[in-house]
């Protein structure tokens, strides 16, 4: 559990997020929620790096979440204003928390939970929130869809990037000189829970890429228990050679290699099915790399990052799971500089035009002063 407070006291935050210490996008949508809030954070997380497993369902987890958050409630001088759950399957505990202090209800959804199977209690739940926000237009819309909402309900939280990452961009952003050995990057996790991602696509296009041009190099960024399999499938291919492994890189090397890089490639889709939702609310990366003018390769199935890459006009898309498109965006791209730069420079101008710490502040500062919504009596 962790507390911040400042002078912009104006409403007490409890925030409840799935976890803190194991990486990815959702800690970091967590963090810049936590950050740029304008007033008290009391942040209490169901997964602890180094207490619980990460993906432990068991009551006694479960349990032990519930009694900190209801805690952190009732805190004396430090009562909450707003109770903010951060994943659906999170809510039942900021409801309970919400009640015991009086405080108001939100839910914010992210990533595949958002297009996820909704019965008739996480309906009637997810109506007796008094705020409900998501990430991207595509999250809102299936987010209503399975959860019978009204749009018009759904305030919008963008996915920014972070302070230190929007000040590197800014003071040195990508160049588009013809390198002579040109740099594919991918940042991303590897694993098997998340083969959206496409990182096998890549491998699959690149013997195409470098019967064209056969001194690119492929940069993969990320660790995960799909790394070793990847590997092997790479040597199956033949482009062992022109791919590095980098594993997980601090800030400044990221920072670097999104300058360096000659285009960035992750063809991740979402997957709308209720059966086996997949996909994120809005890759991240997308908008990292975009906000250094680095020229893009996107799905044409992808989530929320769908409304920041338009084909042709800030990054090139390609069908989903089709090596031969994706080779020929590649080398489209590798061989044609005034391209990459005029997508380049297309989707950093729009990254740092709607996707900074800046733009998130302005939409908490609205909600942060909010007044109740017209929640439905529970007999409604």
Request: net charge positive; glycine share 8%.
């Amino acid at each position: 559990m962790s507390r911040r407070g400042g002078a912009r006291d104006r409403a007490h935050l409890l925030l409840l997020a799935p976890s803190r210490g194991f990486g990815g996008g959702i800690e970091r949508v967590t963090s810049s929620l936590e950050r740029e809030w304008p007033g008290p954070v009391t942040r209490v997380d169901l997964y602890r790096a180094g207490i619980e497993r990460a993906g432990d369902r068991s009551v006694a987890v479960k349990g032990r979440f519930a009694v900190r958050a209801l805690a952190a409630a009732l805190r004396p001088g430090s009562r909450p204003a707003l109770a903010l759950s951060l994943h659906i399957g999170l809510l039942p505990v900021a409801l309970a928390a919400a009640r015991v202090s009086a405080a108001r209800t939100g839910l914010f959804v992210h990533g595949a939970e958002a297009w996820g199977p909704a019965g008739l209690l996480c309906r009637s739940m997810v109506q007796h929130c008094d705020l409900l926000a998501a990430q991207s237009s595509f999250a809102t819309h299936w987010f209503c869809e399975r959860a019978r909402v009204d749009a018009s309900r759904v305030n919008r939280l963008p996915a920014v990037i972070d302070p230190a990452l929007e000040h590197s961009a800014r003071v040195q952003p990508t160049t588009y000189r013809q390198s002579p050995r040109p740099t594919l990057l991918t940042v991303s996790r590897i694993d098997p829970v998340h083969d959206y991602k496409g990182h096998f696509a890549i491998a699959e296009a690149l013997p195409e890429v470098l019967a064209r041009r056969p001194r690119t190099t492929w940069t993969v960024v990320g660790a995960g228990e799909d790394r070793p399999r990847l590997e092997r499938r790479c040597a199956e291919l033949g482009i062992a050679h022109a791919t590095r492994f980098a594993g997980r890189v601090g800030e400044d090397a990221l920072y670097d290699l999104y300058r360096s890089a000659t285009v960035f490639v992750l063809p991740s889709f979402a997957d709308v099915d209720p059966r086996r939702p997949a996909g994120e609310g809005f890759g991240l990366v997308f908008a990292e790399a975009g906000a250094f003018g680095l020229p893009i390769i996107s799905s044409a199935a992808a989530g929320g990052e769908s409304e920041l890459l338009q084909h042709g006009v800030t990054a090139l898309t390609v069908p989903r799971g089709q090596p031969a498109p994706l080779s020929a965006a590649i080398v489209r791209l590798l061989e044609d500089p005034a391209l990459r730069e005029r997508l380049g420079s297309q989707v950093r101008a729009r990254v740092l035009a709607n996707h900074t710490p800046a733009r998130l502040r302005a939409a908490l500062e609205e909600i942060a002063g909010f007044s109740p919504s017209n929640r439905p009596s529970p007999g409604a």
